[in-house]
């Protein structure tokens, strides 16, 4: 849903957008509401989907921490700088290196994103952001659960430009890097 402001940069759009109720995104330099926990504004989620971010989530964490690595993982909230803009929001993300600052409301070297589909944003989520996220050098996966389906599509990074595509309803996805698999079903919540 677009509010009708003024064209915004990251730079204005990421201390508005944090004293604002729900969550924003900032598509090209349009605020758009992706989630709210007001009716009257935007539906709220449903909770196939918040249990798929949840499960999500906590795969990625368990995964990184049974593999040992020196990455994050982030649930929804954290804001990912596609250019000057364009901010995006994922269901998860996985950064790895250093630990972000406490006060950090943006990471700029996401290794893999999530995002979970919903009726409303699943042209987006298969279109400008498959191209946003993968125009950032750091981004090796890209996730998107389909929670009605129980399908994942795994995107990742191949030579060159390349980017290869799995559809995935069992087994699990090789993120390689940051170096772990994480099984598929343990991406959805138990049927």
Same mark, same amino acid.
């Given at each position: ?44 989620? !449903?909770?196939?989907?918040?249990? $798929?971010?949840?499960?999500? &989530?906590?795969?990625?964490? %368990?995964?990184?921490?049974? =593999? *040992? ?11 990912? !700088?596609?250019?000057?803009?364009? $901010?995006?929001?994922?269901? &998860?993300?996985?950064?790895? %290196?250093?630990?972000?600052? =406490? *006060? ?27 191209? %946003? ?31 290869e595509t799995r559809v995935l309803t069992e087994g699990a996805a ?12 343990a991406l959805f919540s138990p049927a």
């Amino acid at each position: 849903m677009s509010t009708g402001l003024k064209l915004m940069t990251v730079e204005e759009f990421l201390p508005w957008a944090e004293g604002k109720e729900g969550r924003w995104e900032l598509h090209d330099g349009v605020p758009v509401m992706i989630s709210s926990a007001e009716p009257v504004m935007m539906a709220p989620e !449903r909770a196939a989907h918040i249990r $798929t971010k949840f499960r999500a &989530a906590k795969a990625l964490d %368990g995964a990184v921490t049974t =593999a *040992d690595l020196p990455c994050e993982v982030f649930t929804d909230g954290m804001a990912i !700088r596609i250019d000057a803009r364009t $901010t995006y929001e994922p269901d &998860a993300s996985v950064v790895c %290196g250093p630990r972000a600052p =406490a *006060d950090a409301i943006e990471i700029d070297n996401p290794v893999i994103v999530v995002e979970v589909l919903s009726p409303s944003t699943a042209a987006i989520d298969h279109g400008r952001k498959l191209s %946003g996220y993968f125009s950032l050098p750091s981004v090796q996966h890209y996730l998107i659960l389909d929670p009605d389906r129980r399908v994942a599509i795994h995107h990742k990074r191949g030579a060159g430009d390349a980017i290869e595509t799995r559809v995935l309803t069992e087994g699990a996805a090789r993120l390689d890097p940051p170096g772990f698999e994480v099984a598929v079903q343990a991406l959805f919540s138990p049927a």
